[in-house]
């Protein structure tokens, strides 16, 4: 598949779900205390940021980290979910934007997050995007990503109410994006497993830039 078709059917996707995605999504975080203690912890971290929360879909994360005092900004693949944050959080900063070509100054942020997105990213493309999320962290800046863990791909052909979709969905062990990470040049602080014995487990790594390198590790 090329890059632009599996980009252009993810934004597609999106697009196509965000009405009924908002609606499931709103006051989702407040409802889950894992979700909650993870965003505060990562809260404290970022030095009041600014933090790019990334994949932002209609804006939930980010709203809910600028209420815990950060400065937080959205960007997401999506025109619609961008349209759609910017309309129910006219406060905060939401652009459209692709992690896979990300258009952020270097070491411009004090944080990054990026919460069930790179489930979106097939494997050969995701060096590619830590490398980014490297760069435009400040050394010692904090990362969290939030993933669907297993092992295996699908294509995803409806969701959200069974509005159409066409996107792949990549699920992966915590070990192994770990390792990606620290191949980036993250240090990894610590590994949440969500509902490991659900059918639907999910992981949160917390990661930070080496205060140390400028540069991710060759
Ligand atoms: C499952 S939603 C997660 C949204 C939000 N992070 C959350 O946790 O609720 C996935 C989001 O990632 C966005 N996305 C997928 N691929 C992306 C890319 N290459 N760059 C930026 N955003 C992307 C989609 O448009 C969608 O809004």
């Excluded at 407040?30 to 209609?58: H, I, N, Q, W």
């Excluded at 980014?132 to 995803?156: A, C, I, N, W």
């Amino acid at each position: 598949m090329r890059t632009d078709d599996w980009l252009a059917n993810t934004r597609e996707s999106y697009d196509t779900v965000v009405a009924s995605y908002a609606d499931q999504m709103r006051g989702a975080i407040a409802k889950d205390r894992y979700l909650s203690a993870a965003l505060s912890l990562f809260a404290e971290s970022v030095d009041g940021g600014p933090v790019a929360d990334v994949g932002c879909g209609s804006g939930h994360v980010t709203a809910h980290l600028a209420a815990l005092g950060v400065t937080a900004f959205g960007v997401d693949l999506s025109p619609e979910m961008v349209a759609q944050a910017r309309r129910e959080y006219p406060d905060l900063r939401f652009e459209v934007g692709s992690m896979t070509d990300l258009d952020l100054p270097d070491a411009s942020v004090s944080g990054v997050l990026a919460w069930w997105t790179l489930i979106h990213i097939p494997d050969a493309e995701i060096p590619g995007v830590l490398a980014h999320f490297h760069r435009v962290l400040r050394p010692g800046g904090r990362l969290q990503v939030g993933f669907h863990t297993g092992d295996e791909s699908h294509l995803k052909t409806q969701g959200y109410g069974g509005h159409p979709m066409n996107v792949h969905v990549h699920r992966r062990p915590p070990e192994r994006v770990a390792a990606w990470l620290r191949e980036a040049g993250f240090e990894i602080e610590a590994h949440l497993l969500i509902a490991p014995d659900s059918s639907a487990p999910q992981a949160l790594l917390f990661a930070r830039r080496h205060p140390e390198t400028p540069e991710a590790r060759d």
